[in-house]
């Protein structure tokens, strides 16, 4: 089974400073990897989702962007923060059955102050 | 567009059945899936459809008519445990790779 790695855990940053939140997979090859956002008390907001290396979908136009630099590496950035963008950030790896089951990391939570 | 509609907020007591319904409307749909999300923690897999119909997993049903775009989760014997956020999410787009997921149902479990 995958095991999902994602850091860091806890995070506060200032409006208009740059991001980086990693995510590796453990226990798989080739699989299709998400960010996900969950404001306070809400849903989870699709960010990205990549089915290969280099492959990145973009779901919401915003300041943040994605890139896969390797089969088992997802990394979520930004240039510049906004405080809209604070928040649970969530990456999940799915498996390969027909229900695409999502394996969630433990999540990044976001401050930006 | 694509986009999910769950109730917000469920109470029931203990021992007693609650169900969480959860309509649809995606281009392309490839299966039904709820997970559930303890505060704090991360949502996990509970169930899935992709036919219509009803997948029974111990306390834990799911149910899908895809003429209706509708689903529901059905939670039976109900503990403290289960009092949590329950999410709807259904596979969309081409190829299924895009997983979409509702607001969620935040379930109170009263003794």
């Known amino acids: 089974s995958q095991t999902i790695h994602q850091w860091p855990a806890t995070l506060v940053q200032p409006v208009g400073s740059p991001l980086s939140l990693e995510c590796t997979v453990e226990?798989?090859?080739?699989?299709?990897l998400y960010w996900y956002r969950q404001a306070a008390g809400r849903g989870l907001q699709l960010l990205f989702y990549?089915?290969?290396?280099?492959?990145i979908s973009s779901e919401v136009p915003q300041n943040l962007s994605a890139s896969r630099p390797q089969d088992r590496q997802f990394i979520l950035s930004s240039k510049k923060l906004l405080l809209s963008d604070s928040g649970f950030y969530l990456c999940?790896?799915?498996?390969?059955?027909?229900?695409?089951?999502?394996?969630f990391g433990a999540g990044s939570r976001l401050t930006v102050l | 567009g694509q986009s999910l509609e769950q109730p917000s907020e469920v109470t029931a007591v203990e021992g007693a059945i609650v169900q969480i319904n959860c309509t649809y409307q995606?281009?392309?749909?490839?299966?039904l899936s709820w997970y559930q999300q303890h505060d704090g923690g991360a949502p996990t897999f509970l169930s899935y459809?992709?036919?219509?119909g009803l997948e029974e997993t111990g306390r834990f049903s799911s149910f899908l008519s895809r003429s209706d775009s509708y689903g529901y989760l059905l939670l039976q014997e109900l503990q403290m445990k289960d009092s949590a956020s329950y999410f709807c999410?259904?596979?969309?787009?081409?190829?299924?790779?895009?997983?979409?997921f509702g607001a969620g149902t935040r379930l109170f479990v009263k003794a």
């Open positions: 995606t281009s392309g749909f490839y299966g």
């Open positions: 226990g798989t090859s080739n699989p299709n």
């Open positions: 999940a790896c799915g498996d390969f059955s027909g229900a695409n089951v999502l394996t």
């Open positions: 990549s089915v290969g290396i280099g492959q």
């Open positions: 459809n992709a036919l219509d």
């Open positions: 999410a259904v596979r969309a787009d081409t190829g299924g790779f895009k997983t979409i």
